[in-house]
């Protein structure tokens, strides 16, 4: 019951949506001319759609705080106002809190705790924050909200039913990169919703960072952690959005915070490969001593060594002005489908290249603006964004923006630069594309490639070429058969229909049959019409992590 009121709940609410969206393309979703909107028109429905996406709680709260940051799925003005959904939720009550509390501790508040506060601070989509005291320390107790793992399960099966229709009328790569982007939600959520992966993150970055005296993450209680609660040392601080009579007193330098967090974020995604994926000011805390403090370590992104060398290759041929070179390494890093041929994705490069060579020429270009240039690029052009360079935008036009709230004429593009100088070592050590194995690797390539065209050309002589079609081309041959065939046969049916009909109303005289009878012989035509000429596989099939019949309590 629970199940079927939610669902209706959420398309009642979703669906005049999606149908607006997809009639901004077909004026009549699958026919027509796009209509005419006014940039008024989509201010009023992206501020509708906020307010629904934040009463349908925590799920599509966080989805939407993904989409915010991806303008080659939605464009502005929606992303600015579904940008401003945060997890300022109104708490649980303290009674239901504490059973949660209860039942994973197994053990009443006051015998586990010496003291507790049961005033949050802060409350989350997915949990909330108290202090406490144990062991004679302040300690911050992370309570996962009760019932929230079933809520986002539901809604995230609702999600991929919607896709799967989405994918299976209106196949086009802001469908399948709106799918690609749920899918990873649906793990990430999943890690979240576990304390115990998030314990896990701050140990490991722990071990990346043994004497840095620049950075702080809080230590666990491992004995009082469990999957729905994590105790930790409490860490006091400022925001990092309110540090402006530090800086006007001279207690802490602008200069020296923004590259010691650049600097942070470089090392990380590009030289260990594990990077804090939300870095947004409410969990960023900077201590008297300066040392800054980073909270929430349940978003956190593991970038393995080839993704790191692909990106630092794609990084090359774009300085370079190297095309084939960045076609390529698009490819690699899955930018691109592999259906889509060379000749389809070239003009998509081009403009690429000519916003870097923009940036190349201009020393005050914003990050935020190059990120969104590219990215509508990538709204225009079938290009999917892969979630490491989704996660790396994110995260730097989050840090540009700490910056310009302090100095309208931060040089966040600058600075990077300085800080990619400063870890240009480490990365090519890391990555492997140091100067002498990257004399082997093209040394090995050219041997490959000789070695390669002396084959074909030997098979040529030898009149043993052959040529061997991709299962997959197979498969796609196959499925339009079998929708030729049930083409065939509706048609068949719509006509046989008809001639039934028209008997029957010869005999009968009955004006009600003949007109059912010639509605549904309408209905079966206008389905041979409507049956896309692709059909998409199900999304769910290939769906990692929320399940909803997980049971976690």
Not at 6 to 22: D, E, G, K, M, N
Not at 308 to 315: D, K, M, V, W, Y
Not at 453 to 475: G, K, S, W, Y
Not at 500 to 508: N, P, Q, Y
């Amino acid at each position: 019951m629970r199940r079927s009121i939610r669902t209706i709940s959420v398309l009642s609410r979703l669906t005049p949506f999606v149908v607006a969206f997809l009639r901004d393309r077909r004026r009549f979703v699958l026919l027509g001319r796009p209509p005419a909107r006014s940039p008024r028109h989509h201010e009023r429905r992206a501020q509708r759609l906020t307010k629904v996406l934040a009463g349908l709680g925590p799920t599509f709260i966080k989805l939407a705080q993904l989409f915010s940051s991806r303008a080659d799925i939605l464009p502005e003005p929606y992303l600015s106002h579904i940008g401003t959904l945060q997890d300022q939720v109104p708490p649980d009550p303290w009674e239901s809190v504490a059973r949660v509390l209860e039942s994973e501790l197994e053990g009443s508040v006051a015998e586990v705790f010496e003291e507790f506060d049961t005033e949050p601070l802060a409350a989350a989509s997915l949990g909330q924050v108290y202090r406490a005291r144990v062991g004679g320390e302040d300690v911050a107790v992370k309570v996962l909200r009760p019932g929230v793992e079933e809520v986002v399960a539901l809604d995230l099966e609702i999600s991929f039913r919607v896709l799967f229709w989405l994918n299976v009328l209106f196949r086009n790569h802001h469908v399948r990169a709106l799918t690609n982007l749920v899918r990873e939600f649906s793990v990430r959520v999943r890690e979240e919703m576990d304390f115990r992966h998030e314990a896990e993150n701050m140990e490991v970055f722990r071990k990346f960072f043994p004497d840095e005296g620049r950075v702080r993450i809080p230590t666990v209680k491992d004995e009082f952690t469990r999957k729905r609660v994590l105790v930790m040392e409490y860490c006091s601080g400022t925001k990092i959005d309110r540090l402006q009579d530090r800086f006007d007193s001279g207690d802490l330098r602008f200069t020296n915070m923004m590259e010691t967090l650049t600097g942070l974020y470089v090392r990380t995604m590009m030289v260990d490969g594990f990077l804090h994926a939300d870095p947004h000011p409410g969990n960023l805390l900077v201590q008297e001593d300066g040392r800054i403090v980073l909270l929430d370590w349940g978003m956190m992104l593991r970038v393995p060594k080839w993704t790191r060398e692909s990106i630092l290759n794609l990084a090359l041929a774009v300085e370079k002005e190297n095309l084939d070179g960045m076609i390529n390494g698009m490819y690699q890093l899955g930018m691109i489908s592999p259906e889509v041929s060379r000749g389809e994705i070239h003009e998509a490069a081009v403009e690429i290249m000519r916003i870097m060579e923009r940036v190349r020429g201009s020393s005050r270009e914003r990050i935020q603006e190059i990120v969104e240039k590219i990215l509508d690029t990538f709204y225009t052009f079938p290009l999917l964004l892969p979630q490491e360079l989704v996660y790396f935008f994110r995260t730097t036009v989050l840090l540009e923006g700490i910056g310009y709230r302090y100095d309208a004429h931060f040089d966040g593009l600058g600075l990077l630069r300085r800080v990619l100088g400063d870890f240009r070592s480490d990365i090519q050590r890391t990555t492997g594309r140091d100067p002498g194995n990257l004399a082997m690797d093209l040394l090995s390539e050219v041997q490959s490639t000789v070695a390669s065209i002396r084959d074909l050309i030997l098979r040529a002589q030898r009149e043993e070429l052959r040529v061997r079609v991709h299962p997959r081309d197979i498969q796609g041959q196959e499925r339009v058969l079998h929708l030729q065939a049930r083409r065939l046969l509706l048609s068949i049916f719509a006509t046989g229909t008809a001639v039934i009909t028209a008997v029957l109303f010869i005999a009968l005289q009955n004006y009600w049959l003949m007109a059912g009878g010639f509605a549904v012989s309408l209905f079966m035509f206008l389905l041979v019409f409507l049956i896309p000429t692709h059909l998409l596989e199900n999304p769910l099939r290939h769906a990692r992590g929320i399940r909803p019949d997980d049971r976690y309590y």
